[in-house]
């Protein structure tokens, strides 16, 4: 599923070195490396989407959808909480501080478990609880006697406060017995390639405890060497190196969206 880090900044060390223009340290790949995971990455939300207006089609392994789905599938997080996750008083649940890597807050799930509409339920029985919007759907939905939100029929809204993504759930679950399961996707690990120095020259050194490979799959290898070999070529001064690696991606982009 990974690509290796040292594959591909060996490949971009070839391909810069060609030209003789300079060296891309290991500090700098680095740097670059995680940007482009992150375009790649974040690119599939897009074409996820635009995909989504398109019909699909019925050839095994080929629908577009099913492949960024399923690119998509490996960083989706489920996650239970309770015990001191939900604030006492308001319901609400701080995502960034119980999730370091949250990236999109996928579903939120709830089982009052102090509610006797549970009580004869399973262990692992979650009510999905209906996203709306804080400021136009919340005091609707508190007042309408017909859309009252209720422990089978829960709804939450995000908000932002001091810059940290946090829900408010309704009803409001009990902070010890009721349960809250929470499905996001996460962030991509930050790509790391290690090494040690030796004679002032840095050699890959994959032992080390911060070494971290790719997450993404096997099939962005291409993608991910065009876009850091963009990056570089700034970097050393080589328009060749950037303006080649640029008019790579955008027909790998082309041959995607087709």
């Known amino acids: 599923m990974a690509v290796s880090v040292n594959k591909v900044y060996q490949t971009v060390l070839r391909l810069c ?51 960024i789905e399923d690119k998509i599938a490996y960083f989706k997080v489920w996650a239970n909480t309770n015990n001191g996750s939900v604030s006492s008083n308001f319901g609400d649940v701080d995502l960034q501080s119980l999730f370091s890597d949250l990236y999109r807050l996928s579903s939120v799930r709830v089982r009052y478990v102090s509610s006797p509409v549970f009580m004869n339920m399973a262990d692992d029985d979650f009510v999905l609880a209906e996203e709306l919007d804080g400021d136009r759907d919340y005091f609707l939905y508190g007042n309408g006697k017909k859309s009252s939100f209720n422990v089978k029929r829960p709804i939450f809204f995000k908000y932002n406060n001091q810059n940290e993504l946090k829900i408010k759930i309704r009803p409001f679950p009990d902070p010890v017995e009721d349960k809250i399961r929470i499905n996001y996707i996460r962030r991509p690990k930050r790509p790391i390639s290690t090494y040690v120095v030796y004679a002032d020259r840095p050699y890959y050194n994959a032992t080390a405890a911060d070494h971290q490979d790719f997450e993404l799959h096997s099939s962005e290898y291409n993608n991910l060497v065009n876009k850091i070999l963009m990056m570089a070529g700034v970097t050393i001064g080589s328009q060749a190196i950037a303006q080649a690696a640029a008019a790579e991606d955008n027909k790998s982009i082309q041959q995607e969206k087709l």
């Open 17 to 67: 070195n060609k030209e003789k223009r300079g060296f891309l340290t290991p500090k700098e790949f680095n740097l670059f490396a995680d940007t482009a995971q992150m375009d790649i990455f974040e690119q599939y939300f897009f074409d996820l989407s635009q995909h989504q207006r398109r019909s699909g089609n019925t050839t095994e392994h080929s629908d577009p959808r099913d492949i």
